[in-house]
């Protein structure tokens, strides 16, 4: 089955510190990948979604300075968290649709905790 | 925008009994509907999709129904076990399917007991 990876699995750093979050797809290739962040007790919330070769498609209220998406392959996609603050703290994950399936399940990766200190 | 409830207070059953989960939407009607499983600390685990011109899916021991007029789809899951414990959610995608734009809903939390 189709299975998308995501590193690390937890990070834990200082505040101000830049955190990347690497989302690749292992045996499918994924033009489209979509990045959310789900805090505790709560739903996941799609952030952005990240286009193979341009530039990603941010949600409303989501900063794109602060949150740099790059989608340079067909299998990666990487998301900066950029002088990350306490408030940045939550689950980060990624999901990825293969490449020709529209209005197909999405397959998601295990996530990424972060913690700011 | 989309808005999406499930019921919020975890849901406990006997192992062997059927659970219903419940999600409900207002606003347009999804072209897709799809129910998730979430164990903590995990990624969503895809388990079924449901079209907006199909009523009933099945797969094994769950089965989805979706009712446009009520706005409303409904998740069981038959013959339930410990290992069916989980946090299961829905997620809509909009008509014409928004380049697979899910919104999801908060979760229903499942817990099965001996």
């Known amino acids: 089955g189709a299975v998308v990876s995501q590193h690390p699995s937890w990070v834990i750093c200082k505040s101000g510190t830049s955190v990347k979050i690497e989302c690749r797809s292992l045996d499918f290739q994924a033009t489209t990948m979509f990045w959310y962040r789900q805090f505790p007790k709560q739903s996941l919330m799609l952030m952005a979604t990240?286009?193979?070769?341009?530039?990603?498609?941010?949600e409303q209220g989501v900063e794109k300075d602060k949150f740099l998406i790059n989608h340079a392959s067909l299998t990666l996609s990487t998301l900066t968290v950029t002088s990350a603050h306490p408030e940045d703290s939550s689950f980060y994950i990624c999901?990825?649709?293969?490449?020709?399936?529209?209005?197909?399940?999405?397959?998601f990766g295990d996530g990424t905790r972060l913690s700011i200190l | 925008s989309q808005k999406i409830e499930q019921n919020s207070e975890a849901l406990n059953i006997q192992e062997g009994k059927t659970a219903t989960l419940t999600c409900n939407y207002t606003n347009y009607s999804p072209a897709y509907l799809q129910w998730y499983r979430q164990d903590p600390g995990r990624g969503p685990v895809f388990l079924l999709l449901?079209?907006?011109?199909?009523k009933e899916k099945r797969k094994e021991r769950l089965k989805v129904t979706f009712d446009t007029t009520l706005k409303q789809s409904l998740f069981h899951i038959t013959a339930s076990q410990p290992a069916d414990s989980a946090t299961y959610l829905c997620a809509l995608a909009p008509p014409g399917g928004g380049g697979n734009k899910l919104t999801f809903g908060t979760g229903t939390q499942l817990k099965v007991e001996l």
């Open positions: 990240s286009n193979e070769g341009s530039k990603a498609t941010y």
């Open positions: 999901s990825a649709r293969e490449t020709g399936t529209s209005n197909q399940p999405q397959h």
């Open positions: 449901i079209r907006e011109n199909e």
